[in-house]
């Protein structure tokens, strides 16, 4: 199962809004609304921040939500903050049964 | 509140065995399939094995088959990892993950595995 394709990273100043792209296949994010996002600091463990392609678990900020077309969801961040600066990680549910990441996104607040 | 709390982490030297150990609390453990993944130093995280609630359905990402054995004890809220021949790239932080439905909303600390000789 190959990795789900992100940029490296990604920039902005505060208050700009980001956008992260994640792109996958026929086997996972072409088939399944299952995608979901996870934001992690250095030294922490992941943190759930999009479910199921758009939703938001209780707690995550309305400043972040997720879209689908295709084979490519995303990740939108809004009015960016410095506390939003973190690798962000794709995720898909796969024809296998197995779920797949992405290689991860790093987002710096200029 | 929903805790994870992996251990049995260590020092192993290549070709050797370790087994992680995932306690959770918080939550009707039996009626979920729980997860492993681990992520190695600096790089982004990787999927590794799977189990339904039952224990009824196990799986298995490519780098884990035939090497290490996922299960779990529903009396004792507890889930495992069973690892053999382990190798210099299996060295990772090893994070057990449950979601209520197609995400992973709660992620333990992780326990450090370091495969060398």
């Known amino acids: 199962q190959s990795a789900l394709t992100q940029p490296a990273s990604v920039s902005g100043s505060p208050g700009q809004s980001i956008t992260i792209s994640c792109t996958g296949t026929?086997?996972?994010?072409?088939?399944?609304?299952?995608v979901s996002w996870y934001q992690q600091h250095p030294g922490k463990a992941p943190k759930l921040m999009i479910y199921?392609?758009?939703r938001r678990p209780s707690g995550v900020s309305y400043r972040f939500s997720g879209s689908k077309s295709g084979y490519t969801a995303s990740l939108t961040i809004s009015g960016l903050q410095a506390e939003d600066e973190a690798d962000y990680y794709c995720s898909s549910f796969t024809t296998s049964s197995l779920y797949v990441f992405g290689a991860g996104t790093k987002v710096t607040v200029l | 509140e929903v805790q994870l709390v992996e251990s049995g982490g260590g020092l192993v030297q290549p070709g050797g065995s370790l087994r992680l150990s995932c306690s959770a609390s918080g939550f009707d453990f039996s009626g979920y399939g729980m997860h492993w993944v681990r992520q190695a130093p600096g790089k982004g995280l990787e999927y590794v094995s799977a189990?339904?609630?039952?224990?009824?359905?196990?799986f298995y990402a490519d780098s884990a088959k035939g090497r290490f054995t996922i299960s779990r004890d529903n009396s004792q809220n507890t889930l495992f990892l069973e690892m053999r021949s382990l190798r210099p790239e299996d060295t990772a932080i090893y994070y057990c993950?449950?979601?209520?439905?197609?995400?992973?909303?709660?992620w333990g600390q992780g326990t450090l595995v370091t495969v060398s000789s």
């Open positions: 993950a449950w979601g209520y439905s197609y995400g992973f909303d709660y």
């Open positions: 189990i339904t609630g039952d224990g009824g359905r196990i």
């Open positions: 199921d392609v758009s």
């Open positions: 026929s086997s996972d994010v072409g088939t399944y609304n299952y």
